[in-house]
Each structure stands twice: as structure tokens, then as C-alpha cells.
């Protein structure tokens, strides 16, 4: 019923097309999408592609291992039927690898054991109004940004160089996230491109009147939402609401075209709080954590 399929021997039409049209349908699993960010994957399979499950994995000691890939925000299970018993899956999948760390979608809700399980939060706004009325609601410090950043003349740039993107980010948030190395940001730079050729993806860089780039971010579009997949300010030059602008107008830019505006999701109360304040709303997801290496071995992956 349920099939172990390697990514070479994959029906890549009935795969892409389940993702497509599946009710969890995410830009992350599309095959192209998985090629460039996974060092490996494969797919457990639904009868004749009628659910998947993309496994990212590793191989290390001569075990292999689910991982997490950066730029990978969500993943599980795509199921065509609503109704799917996504349990299934996870019974196949833990008989295949005995260590397995993942982020599932939001509309996956496995049921196993709360030790294997982390509950996660991400922060999405509903474009149901108009610009003037999305923007009435921003609460009083983002409303002042955005005063800030009127004020020091910074201006939009849509479609800029997505080299300057990376190197801004690698120069700030980068710096805080040691476990980024060359590879992460070489497929980074392949996926913007290749996201920018399919037309799922922009990138919107600010500037201050000196023409220096004080902030940037690279916009994923699927369906009906948008997704902030990675951005970065100036962390030397922080005082000038460019963050708040940058989301600001592309909120202006997406919100008569889309229903959702997914800012990429934080746990860390700080971050959370800051996206809410643009009157977002908090969605939950579960990350799975599942170790059943022998007592030996454990150490190799925390």
C-alpha cells in the first residue's frame, strides 16, 4: 500500500502532480524545489501517487538519517484526500530510518507519542481587506517604523540582484547562525534563480538615500500565499524602520493578488511577537524528533 520509491526511480508527472494538487499543497515539495535543497530524498508513496511523503536524508557512519534542509519551511505529507490517515506514513517511515528530525506542514497533525513531537508556531496575515485596511490595524511600533523609515527616504527596489540579498544576509543574520556553511548558501543562490525563472519568486531590497542596502528579503508564491522564505536587515544601521518597510510594501504589493501572507514562522517569542504586531495571526505545526539509534550510536545526531 504504502512504497519506498528512491528519487531516481520516481513517476516525477504523478509525484509533481500530487503536490499540485493535494490540500497541503506547498512550494517546498515540488521535485525541482527538493533537488536543489536536499542532499538526498525519497518518497514514500500512497498507492498510485495518491498521498507522498518526501524524505530529505543524509548518510553518516553508514546510517541514513531525515534532516532538516535549510530553506525548507514545511514538509509531511501531501495527501489528495483530506480525509487521508496521514499515521500510515509515519509507521512506514520509522521502519526505514531510525532518526528522523522534520518539520511537518500545518494541516498534518500525526498522533504518536509527545516525546517525539515539538509544537512550533508561525505567524501568517489574512489579505481579506484592502492595503489602507491591512494597514490601519498595524499596531503603534510599526506604524512609527514606517514613519522612521519615510523619513530617512528609503526606497523599494523590486526585482534586485539576488547576490546582494545573500551577502547581506550572510554578513548579518548569518554570522548568528554558525551551522550555515558555503553549500547552504551556493543552493540558496540556485534556488532564488531557479524560483525567479518559474516565476514563484522575487526579491525586494530597500535602500537609504545613499543608495546602501539596508534590508532585503526573497518572496516565495504558490497558490494564493506568499512566503517570506529569507530576509535581512543592517544589523549596524537598525533605526531606520527598513525591516517594517520591506514587509510593508510587499504586503502593498501582494495583498490584491493573494489571500495569504506567511511570514516563514518563529517560535522565538521575540520574533513572534514583532510579526504579530502587524496584526498576524498565530497557525501551529508540529516538528518531529524521532531517535531510535542504538544507545551507542545516539551521539552521531542531536
Known sequence: MITYVKRKDLD????????????????FAFSWYLDIVAENWSVLVY???????PIPWKKKFFIKYVYPPFWLL??????????????????ALFSKFKFVETRLNSKNKLNIS????????????????????IL????????????????????????????????????NVGKRTSNIIDKDYDNLQKLISTCIKKRVGEVLSIYDKN??????????????????????????????????????????????????????????QTVAKYFLSFEAITLSYQQLKYNKLPFYIKFFKR
Not at 508527472?13 to 494538487?21: G, Q, R
Not at 514538509?75 to 509515519?90: E, N, R, T
Request: net charge positive; proline share 1%; aromatic share 14%.
Open 12 to 27: 516525477l508527472e504523478k509525484y509533481n502532480t500530487c503536490i499540485e494538487k493535494s490540500n497541503q499543497s506547498k512550494v
Open 47 to 53: 498507492k498510485d501517487y495518491n498521498a507522498v511523503m
Open 74 to 91: 514545511e514538509l509531511g505529507v501531501f495527501s489528495l484526500d483530506d480525509k487521508f490517515d496521514i499515521q500510515l506514513f509515519f509507521k
Open 114 to 133: 509527545r516525546k517525539y513531537l515539538k509544537d512550533g508556531q508561525m505567524q501568517v496575515l489574512k489579505l481579506e481587506d484592502d492595503y489602507t485596511s
Open 136 to 171: 490601519s490595524n498595524f499596531r503603534k511600533d510599526r506604524k512609527k517604523d514606517l514613519q522612521r523609515a519615510f523619513k530617512n527616504d528609503l526606497t523599494e527596489k523590486w526585482n534586485d540582484n539576488p547576490n546582494y540579498l545573500i551577502t547581506l544576509f550572510k554578513n
Open 211 to 268: 543608495n546602501n542596502i539596508v534590508a532585503s528579503g526573497f518572496f516565495l508564491k504558490h497558490k494564493k500565499e506568499v512566503t517570506i522564505l529569507v530576509s535581512s536587515t543592517d544589523f549596524k544601521n537598525r533605526k531606520n524602520g527598513a525591516n517594517t518597510f520591506l514587509i510593508d510594501r510587499a504586503i502593498y504589493k501582494y495583498e490584491k493578488n493573494f489571500d495569504v501572507f506567511n511570514f516563514g514562522g518563529s517560535s522565538m
